[in-house]
């Protein structure tokens, strides 16, 4: 693990730096007999305050990996190899915790998908923001209850007062879902980290959560990262969308153009699956098999109806479009193509 030293770091340039950047990120699995299977390979990532990104992939691209990794928690043994990541300028892996700029919890807040798991069964809603407010913002009992219901007022929880006494399990799961984020915003954190925490809920309460998030973030000075499976969530609630596939970053680009304009095959892919259009789907998925045993360079080119020779020989850089777009392909579809 290597990172740069930043401690002369001045006010203004933390205040100018992304909430979190993570550059080169690189996470392996060491295999016995064989090469480490590199599961995260050098992904960069920005996130500016006020900012909504959207990480989109499919399942086992490593977009939770990517979230312990930021957190410090990569599981099963997997390394993290090399790369840098900073919170506000400052760099913070392989600091000891009391130097770190990052409180876990406090500045980077993670909801994941399953509400009810992350609730103490035996502890009111809210004895449970409480503590953590406490915690966090060292406020007494009685600010900190007084915030307590301010947050379940901001998620919309109706009747917040009375609400503080209810326990987890008579919480709806869009409620228990409103509860987690309203503690997970509770304590300001400088970035919250949705891991697709709207998945499970019903499509109208996944909207209204959505929603909420997005109004929180347009009304402080936190960021959010949005991860999902589902491309359509980041048109409606991302300023900018970055595609993850296999481990690496393929795609990245601001909200409009990447859905005007996607570059990557793979994202039309996406899309396609997404607009359920016959048409786009016998155009990019009908892709004749690589020979048995072709490993090809590049990791989409077995599934990619643009592939050439050069695909399966050399492996594709993440070239610089303009325009905060970046692409991963040798040919990739841009206007007239
Ligand atoms: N214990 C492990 N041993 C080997 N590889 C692992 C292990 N844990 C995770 N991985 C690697 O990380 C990848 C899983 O990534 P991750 O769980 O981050 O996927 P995801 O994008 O979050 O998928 P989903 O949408 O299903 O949540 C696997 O494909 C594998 O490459
Ligand atoms: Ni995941």
């Not at 919250?192 to 019903?202: F, G, K, P, Q």
């Not at 491309?231 to 153009?257: N, Q």
Request: hydrophobic share 40%; net charge negative.
């Amino acid at each position: 693990m290597t990172y740069q030293d930043k401690t002369d770091t001045t006010e203004a340039q933390a205040v100018a730096a992304p909430v979190l950047e993570l550059e080169g990120i690189t996470v392996a699995y060491p295999r016995y007999g064989e090469s480490d299977h590199v599961a995260l390979d050098a992904v960069d990532l920005k996130i500016r305050r006020g900012e909504i990104v959207g990480l989109v992939g499919e399942t086992g691209a490593g977009k939770t990996l990517l979230t312990r990794t930021v957190m410090g928690a990569i599981p099963g043994g997997g390394e993290h190899t090399s790369g840098a990541m900073r919170y506000n300028g400052t760099p913070f892996t392989d600091l000891p915790d009391d130097k770190s700029p990052v409180r876990p919890a406090k500045d980077i807040a993670l909801i994941v998908s399953n509400p009810r798991r992350e609730l103490n069964p035996v502890l009111t809603v809210g004895q449970q923001i409480v503590n953590v407010i406490r915690h966090h913002l060292g406020l007494s009992e009685k600010e900190a209850r007084a915030r307590a219901v301010d947050m379940l007022r901001a998620v919309a929880i109706p009747d917040p007062e009375s609400r503080m006494d209810a326990w987890p399990h008579e919480l709806s799961g869009g409620m228990a879902q409103r509860v987690v984020i309203a503690i997970a915003l509770s304590c300001d954190p400088g970035l919250v980290i949705s891991d697709d925490a709207t998945s499970a809920l019903d499509v109208t309460v996944q909207l209204q959560v959505l929603n909420l998030m997005k109004e929180m973030v347009a009304g402080s000075e936190t960021a959010a990262l949005i991860i999902t499976r589902d491309i359509a969530i980041t048109a409606h609630y991302c300023d900018r969308v970055v595609i993850l596939y296999k481990g690496e970053v393929v795609e990245e680009a601001p909200r409009d153009a990447f859905f005007d304009r996607p570059h990557h095959p793979y994202s039309i892919n996406l899309l396609a699956a997404f607009a359920h259009s016959p048409a786009l789907r016998e155009a990019w998925w009908d892709v004749p098999p690589l020979a048995d045993g072709t490993r090809p360079a590049c990791r989409f080119a077995d599934r990619c109806a643009r592939r050439q020779p050069r695909c399966v020989s050399e492996a594709p850089a993440l070239r610089d479009c303009g325009a905060g777009r970046r692409v991963r392909c040798h040919y990739p579809v841009e206007a007239g193509t």
